[in-house]
């Protein structure tokens, strides 16, 4: 029988060094977790896995390169509900959300923190919240443009205490953060995997964290439902994709060394300090991903609609 250039392609794959997509910039919570997970996976191909930060538009200027890519393998993309959100959220997008790419594999669901800069008046979320009415024309919220997941939880603030604040959009959080710790902006509600060592440091103040229960890393911070806010509980989940057309033997080959990867110690480690868990093996999986996606998509669509707020 003849063997198919994919077929001779999937047997020996990886020969080469494979790039990962971040579609925010470098330093921030999406490029953490990527270059974590693979250096993890990197070790087990035998090949390095580079991570290429394509930052802008709340991540869909990054999903659209990986959506035109080669379907070979080498080119990847790691991005989290924001692949959910944006379907909805931008009127024109320049690649179709649900039919651009092949699954992989979930790879973990981080927390959020709505955090302030130090010397933000109020102590506690509600506190914070009176605050945000009393200045709403003042007030700035950082964010990492519309479709990133700090563009979520502002919207999900703001809607529930139903006052718009100034939003201010960035490439990302890492960006974002370094504002923030110079008293340029107020407030941000971002992903503990960016967060956790400024709170620690006291260099910002932390006003709830977006899960349901308390995280293990900061006791003494209440949850937003404990604050009074119980809509903005959200998680941002990451799930790592190839484009479209790329052989299943390939994106099998991907979700098993993603599996490896997130059983790996550092990973683990970093991980529960950075508060956050790998996804367990079992969703590490392309059919995981695509069901998670497909039912994240229908499930926003609504929220986003009654919210009102699209881009173009
Ligand atoms: C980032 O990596 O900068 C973030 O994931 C941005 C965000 O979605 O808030």
Same mark, same amino acid.
């Given at each position: 029988?003849?063997?198919?250039?994919?077929?001779?392609?999937?047997?020996?794959?990886?020969?080469?060094?494979?790039? !990962?997509? +971040? %579609?925010?910039?470098?330093? @921030? /919570?999406?490029? =953490?977790?990527?270059?974590?997970?693979?250096?993890?996976?990197?070790?087990?191909?035998?090949?390095?896995?580079?991570?290429?930060?394509?930052?802008?538009?709340?991540?869909?200027?990054?999903?659209?390169?990986?959506?035109?890519?080669?379907?070979?393998?080498?080119?990847?993309?790691?991005?989290?509900?924001?692949?959910?959100?944006?379907?909805?959220?931008?009127?024109?997008?320049?690649?179709?959300?649900?039919?651009?790419?092949?699954?992989?594999?979930?790879?973990?669901?981080?927390?959020?923190?709505?955090?302030?800069?130090?010397?933000?008046?109020?102590?506690?979320?509600?506190?914070?919240?009176?605050?945000?009415?009393?200045?709403?024309?003042?007030?700035?919220?950082?964010?990492?443009?519309?479709?990133?997941?700090?563009?979520?939880?502002?919207?999900?603030?703001?809607?529930?205490?139903?006052?718009?604040? !100034?939003? +201010? %959009?960035?490439?990302?959080? @890492? /960006?974002?953060? =370094?504002?923030?710790?110079?008293?340029?902006?107020?407030?941000?509600?971002?992903?503990?995997?960016?967060?956790?060592?400024?709170?620690?440091?006291?260099?910002?103040?932390?006003?709830?964290?977006?899960?349901?229960?308390?995280?293990?890393?900061?006791?003494?911070?209440?949850?937003?439902?404990?604050?009074?806010?119980?809509?903005?509980?959200?998680?941002?989940?990451?799930?790592?994709?190839?484009?479209?057309?790329?052989?299943?033997?390939?994106?099998?080959?991907?979700?098993?060394?993603?599996?490896?990867?997130?059983?790996?110690?550092?990973?683990?480690?970093?991980?529960?300090?950075?508060?956050?868990?790998?996804?367990?093996?079992?969703?590490?999986?392309?059919?995981?991903?695509?069901?998670?996606?497909?039912?994240?998509?229908?499930?926003?669509?609504?929220?986003?609609?009654?919210?009102?707020?699209?881009?173009?």
């Amino acid at each position: 029988f003849a063997v198919t250039a994919f077929d001779a392609n999937a047997q020996t794959y990886p020969d080469r060094n494979i790039t !990962v997509v +971040v %579609p925010f910039a470098a330093g @921030g /919570p999406t490029d =953490t977790v990527t270059r974590l997970v693979a250096e993890a996976m990197g070790k087990d191909f035998g090949q390095q896995i580079i991570v290429e930060n394509v930052g802008g538009a709340g991540g869909t200027l990054g999903a659209g390169r990986v959506a035109s890519s080669d379907p070979d393998g080498y080119t990847l993309l790691l991005h989290h509900i924001g692949m959910a959100t944006s379907a909805t959220l931008y009127r024109k997008l320049a690649y179709d959300t649900l039919n651009a790419f092949e699954y992989v594999g979930l790879v973990t669901e981080v927390p959020m923190t709505i955090v302030g800069r130090k010397d933000l008046e109020p102590t506690d979320l509600k506190g914070l919240v009176e605050y945000a009415k009393a200045n709403k024309d003042t007030v700035t919220v950082a964010n990492a443009g519309i479709g990133a997941a700090s563009h979520l939880c502002g919207m999900l603030f703001m809607s529930a205490i139903g006052t718009p604040l !100034v939003t +201010v %959009p960035y490439k990302g959080t @890492g /960006p974002a953060m =370094t504002d923030l710790l110079g008293g340029q902006v107020d407030i941000m509600c971002d992903q503990t995997t960016n967060t956790t060592k400024q709170i620690q440091g006291g260099t910002i103040k932390a006003y709830a964290v977006t899960s349901e229960n308390r995280l293990d890393i900061f006791p003494d911070l209440p949850t937003v439902t404990e604050g009074g806010l119980p809509d903005v509980t959200v998680g941002i989940w990451h799930g790592l994709y190839a484009p479209k057309g790329t052989p299943a033997e390939v994106t099998e080959r991907l979700s098993k060394s993603l599996q490896l990867a997130l059983q790996d110690p550092n990973v683990v480690a970093r991980f529960a300090e950075l508060g956050t868990t790998p996804s367990p093996a079992e969703d590490a999986t392309p059919a995981a991903l695509k069901e998670k996606l497909e039912g994240e998509v229908a499930r926003w669509k609504p929220i986003i609609e009654g919210a009102g707020q699209f881009a173009d």
